[in-house]
């Protein structure tokens, strides 16, 4: 069942929603060679604690870090660790935050400078077609129009969109429905209302679509080892224009 929201209650997502895209701010500005990604979780969960939030990845269905880190070819749900940052590395950066009962979730990809040309289009890429789909997300259009944007423009520059992996809803739960492909047919699925949020996060591969999950059971990798970059922000429709809660 999809749970719409009250004005109220997408001010009160709001809140946490912010710090969960002023978290990513501070931590973009931490990226550098030799910096670990256990270092970058530290910081991560630190932020969040100070503000007064709930950290909500940590201990999700087992997960065991405040804040995913994926590098290179790793497409989502990296445990932090060891690894030291070098340059020429991608990395994607995803945090949900939880305060008075209510969700934010948000991430982004940044690399330790200098990247290649190839991997800054990646980026680009990606971050465009979250934009892409999130001008979709208003009352009236349907859900894989959101879908059918993103696909057409990461693969109109010629990458691939990995399916294995979607978007969701998300309010006083971190994960709610509807599911939220990055494909799809538009002007199919269910007709998009007011008062829903939604955590839209496309993953956009440099080579093949397909992945699979490590040994660790969380860390997915892409089948050919080539490089992965992910966004998300999470929105609310209204009636008018989508409200991004996560804007940087």
């Not at 530290?42 to 909500?56: I, N, T």
């Not at 590098?71 to 660790?81: C, S």
């Not at 520059?157 to 739960?173: A, D, E, L």
Request: net charge negative; aromatic share 8%.
């Amino acid at each position: 069942m999809i749970e719409l929201k009250s004005a109220s209650e997408i001010q009160q997502m709001s809140r946490a929603s912010l710090i969960a895209a002023q978290c990513l701010t501070f931590l973009k500005n931490q990226i550098r060679p030799g910096v670990s990604t256990e270092t970058l979780d530290r910081q991560a969960e630190q932020f969040v604690l100070d503000r007064d939030g709930e950290c909500a990845f940590k201990g999700y269905r087992g997960f065991p870090a405040a804040l995913c880190v994926s590098v290179n070819d790793e497409v989502v749900h990296g445990i932090p660790g060891e690894r030291i940052l070098c340059t020429g590395d991608i990395v994607s950066l995803d945090i949900g935050v939880k305060i008075d009962g209510f969700y934010g979730d948000c991430a982004i990809t940044v690399g330790v400078d200098p990247i290649s040309k190839e991997d800054l289009f990646l980026i680009q890429t990606t971050e465009a077609a979250l934009y892409a789909g999130i001008e979709q997300a208003r009352a009236g259009n349907r859900l894989f129009d959101i879908s059918y944007s993103i696909q057409q423009h990461a693969e109109q520059h010629g990458f691939s969109i990995v399916r294995q992996f979607v978007g969701h809803g998300i309010g006083r739960s971190l994960h709610e429905e509807p599911q939220v492909p990055n494909f799809g047919i538009p002007h199919k699925g269910l007709r998009l209302t007011e008062g829903m949020t939604l955590a839209i996060e496309p993953m956009v591969n440099t080579g093949v679509c397909e992945v699979f999950v490590d040994e660790d059971g969380w860390t997915a990798r892409t089948a050919d080892g080539r490089k992965s970059a992910h966004f998300e922000h999470t929105i609310a429709i209204t009636s008018g224009d989508p409200l991004i809660l996560t804007s940087f």
